[in-house]
């Protein structure tokens, strides 16, 4: 008999794929069909916090299928799992469409454009109770041809599929192997927890902390647009981990809503998952702010032979920034000169 996990897999595989293909004619049903009538939505920023069949498609859905008519689906990860008796299914991918009409005000190109996303999906008897979803807004302000932070320390590029290339994961799990993976990665999130970062042992530090014990020599680590993408763990030290340290250290992590191992895959991630005071220089280009901060954060993870080789990471940059007083929506307006 087919697993409770795996009926859930192919249920989000099959609402969400309607969901973005099926056109803006008909999205209420689509919408019923997939999610309990009170059912909770939060993502990024602008969208954030709502509730309900109405919210989630006059704020989400109409708006994206308007702006992107001919919008597909592509999933490169869909995994699933239980954490504190929630039943949980995460994808990451992208949503490809082309740009034919203004959308959360940036400006329309006309061309493809690709819209990362993550996402977790409580299911509750058949049907979607809460839905958390990272876009990575950002990125597509970027494919418009507008940057408004410093350059990215990473490479931005379309994420790719894992190199193992099988993170559709519709078939059964081995449970052990499921457990393996989530340990690791818990155990490698808890040598970053417990480092010291006022013994202000920079870069060495960093390299040679118990960390490097977990990280395949050649670990990719996909940040989200505004960070990049890295190789390494020297790559992932210096593009990233050490600017991000040295602004935000000895910060907290965990408040996890998801913790889950399926195959050679694991997750987590929170609502938000991180605090941390902004008091340090050079992160995102930015001097400190003084300020406190939440981050929304999610963490995808691909095992192998015992190590993690690869990290896909949707962070909501643009309300980490917005927190950092960057409002990245208008200094995108006052660069295209709307409302004049």
Not at 24 to 35: F, K, L, N, P, Q
Not at 121 to 142: M, P
Not at 162 to 185: C, F, H, N, R
Request: glycine share 12%; aromatic share 10%; charged share 20%.
């Amino acid at each position: 008999m087919e697993s409770l996990n795996l009926r859930h897999k192919r249920f989000i595989q099959n609402v969400m794929s309607k969901l973005a293909g099926g056109g803006a004619e008909g999205i209420g049903r689509r919408i019923s069909d997939a999610y309990h009538p009170n059912a909770e939505w939060r993502g990024s920023h602008p969208l954030n916090e709502m509730n309900g069949h109405e919210a989630i498609a006059a704020r989400v859905w109409q708006p994206l299928l308007s702006s992107f008519p001919d919008l597909e689906r592509r999933d490169t990860i869909l995994m699933g799992g239980n954490y504190n008796g929630a039943d949980l299914v995460g994808a990451v991918g992208h949503y490809l469409g082309t740009f034919e009409k203004d959308w959360l005000t940036i400006p329309a190109t006309g061309r493809p454009i690709y819209l990362r996303y993550g996402e977790f999906h409580e299911i509750v008897e058949g049907k979607i109770a809460r839905s958390t979803v990272l876009l990575d807004v950002l990125d597509v302000i970027r494919q418009a041809g507008f940057w408004p932070i410093a350059p990215s320390l990473g490479t931005e590029e379309q994420w790719p599929c894992p190199i193992s290339a099988d993170g559709i994961l519709l078939t059964e799990q081995d449970p052990g192997v499921s457990s393996a993976a989530l340990k690791l990665t818990l155990d490698m999130q808890a040598s970053l927890g417990a480092y010291n970062d006022e013994a202000k042992e920079g870069r060495e530090g960093l390299l040679n902390m118990p960390q490097k014990a977990f990280w395949h020599p050649k670990m990719m680590w996909y940040g989200p647009c505004g960070i990049g993408t890295t190789r390494g763990l020297e790559g992932f030290v210096d593009y990233h981990q050490l600017p991000f340290r040295t602004a935000f250290p000895n910060r907290r992590g965990g408040n996890h809503y998801v913790r889950i191992g399926d195959g050679k895959f694991s997750a987590t991630g929170g609502w938000p998952s991180v605090y941390g005071k902004h008091v340090g220089g050079n992160f995102l280009g930015m001097a400190p702010t003084g300020r406190d901060v939440s981050m929304r954060v999610m963490d995808f993870y691909l095992a192998e032979d015992g190590l993690i080789r690869e990290n896909w990471v949707p962070l909501d940059i643009i309300h980490l920034l917005l927190q950092m007083d960057v409002d990245v929506f208008a200094r995108m307006q006052s660069f295209f000169r709307r409302g004049r």
